[in-house]
Nanobody, 119 residues
Framework: QVQLVESGGGLVQAGGSLRLSCAAS????????MGWYRQAPGKQRELVAAITSGYSTNYADSVKGRFTISRDNAKNTVYLQMNSLKSEDTAVYYC?????????????WGQGTQVTVSS
């Protein structure tokens, strides 16, 4: 049913940029809040950026001013534009959709895309 497919990861030098994409299907994308998380080796998964159905955004302090989350409801896609990348940004980045409906909590994750920043 629900699918979240990340793409756009890769290897970049410090100071460079990448744009991640998350293609969503199997739910009404336009009314759901979406997020990007990341997990580095040996670290907990952390919220990087989130965007609501109303286009409000919030960011982890570590990425403020460098990353921008956006969405295109016509394409059922969430983006994460990452600029001024640092080695500390190296992680697997995951797309997330979560919501409550009826008597259930729904929490969906993509497979992740690797971002490696060389220093």
């Amino acid at each position: 049913q629900v699918q979240l497919v990340e793409s756009g990861g890769g290897l970049v030098q410090a100071g460079g940029s990448l744009r991640l994409s998350c293609a969503a299907s199997g739910f009404i994308f336009s009314i759901k809040d979406m997020g990007w998380y990341r997990q580095a080796p040996g670290k907990q998964r952390e919220l990087v950026a989130a965007i609501t159905s109303g286009y409000s955004t919030n960011y982890a302090d570590s990425v403020k001013g460098r990353f921008t989350i956006s969405r295109d409801n016509a394409k059922n896609t969430v983006y994460l534009q990452m600029n001024s990348l640092k080695s500390e940004d190296t992680a697997v980045y995951y797309c997330n959709a979560a919501w409550r409906a009826n008597r259930r909590v729904y929490d969906y994750w993509g497979q992740g895309t690797q971002v490696t920043v060389s220093s």
